[in-house]
Structure formats: structure tokens, C-alpha cells
């Protein structure tokens, strides 16, 4: 049971990351976020965080260092096993870096619930702080048809272009559902109109206007290139 949503594409570092940034942020997202006394984890070995000069944060927030499969071991500083520290989104984190130190990606995991809100919390807590610069774009694609746009992140700034994501638990954009695919020249243009007129207006018209676009390359047989368009990262709503 749950909701899988898949992504493609990489937000992109204005440097690599440093190897003692590099590191906690790979051991972050494989590691089980729980509610933890901060006085008790304080006292365990977590040298990871450590080297990344970070406290224990809030309720834990920033350890590390629990032993067994995925740091998923009941040690004295657990407070609750199914609960994570206040300021976290979820109970798992799916974004990491990739081998070049270069690109906050996806890590390939099902059921990565509240990505957006995530992500929003690696660039506060993690990037901007440590002077780091987050930009590019990736599109998400959930279960639901309907539940797919891109995530945006321009100068450290997330936003969503598109429909909102239903995994993310925000309020989901209503959309007619699109016409047949492929269209006659006259449905096409109609569809594009209407795309345009999108009350929502600005970025949402656009994403709207471009998912049409690539649905009837598709139904062409150029799905090959459609891919290629949407995980570019020159791809951007501003």
C-alpha cells in the first residue's frame, strides 16, 4: 500500500559540495528520521555530524549516528520510533547527492511522501547555511495521471510549476481532462487556447500548454525526444 511518485532530472550546486557536507547529506537520507532527547543523543558517537559542524538540533534533528540497517536501531535516545523530530516532513528524507558531489537527486526509493517540503528543508537547514547555491528543475510523476509537474528551485527558492503535488499533501489544481490523444490541427489549437486561458494564468498555462505539447509528440512516436525535453534542466517556470 502508499503512493509512489518518481522524478526526473537534478537540482543542481553552484559548487561540490565539501567531503564533510558531502557525507552527512549521503548518511542524512539513509538514515531513519526519529524523535530523539537531545540530551541523550548528545552523548552518543555521531561523528559525521560532527565533522559537518552541526548540533544535535531540535529533538534530534540533525543525528546521524544509530547504529543497524538504515539507523533504524531503538537506542536510549529514541523518544518515539514513528515520529519524527518536529521540524522534519516524514519519517524518511528521498533526496540525497549524486557521486560527483555536484546535484541534489533522487534517490530511487518508493513512497517518498512530502518531497517538496523536503527539499525546502535541505536548502534551509543544510546548503544555504553551509553557502551553497540550489538551482534547476525536476519533474515528478505520481501513480495518479494527473499528479505530475515540476519541481522548481531557482537561487535556493522552491516552488512548483504545474499541478501541485497530491504526495506532498498540498491542495491539487483541478484540470479538465485533456482530449484525446492524437488531435486533429483544429482540436489542437483548441486545446492550446484553452490552455492558455488557464485561470490560474502564468506558470501553470505554460506547464499546461507544454504537457499537451508533449503528449502529441508522443502519440507521433517521439517519445524518445519528449524525454530528453523534460528532464532538461533548461527547463524552468519563473
Known sequence: MGYTTEFAGKFNLDKPLAPEHFSYLRKFN???RMKRSEIVADRLQDPIRIMARLPVGEEGEFFVGAGGMAGQDR???VVDYNRPPKTQPGLWCGWTVNDHANAIIWDGTEKFYNYVEWLKYIVEKFLKPWGY????NMRWQGEDMSD???IVVKDNEVSTAGLLPLAAKE???QIAAPPAIPLTPEEFAKAMEAASNNRQGGE???FQMDKL???QLEALGYKAGVEVFRGSDSIWYA
Do not use: K, M
Open 30 to 32: 539513509d538514515t531513519r
Open 75 to 77: 537506542d536510549e535516545s
Open 133 to 136: 547555491v540550489l538551482y534547476g
Open 148 to 150: 505530475t509537474g515540476y
Open 171 to 173: 491542495p491539487s489544481v
Open 204 to 206: 501553470d498555462a505554460h
Open 213 to 215: 505539447l508533449c503528449d
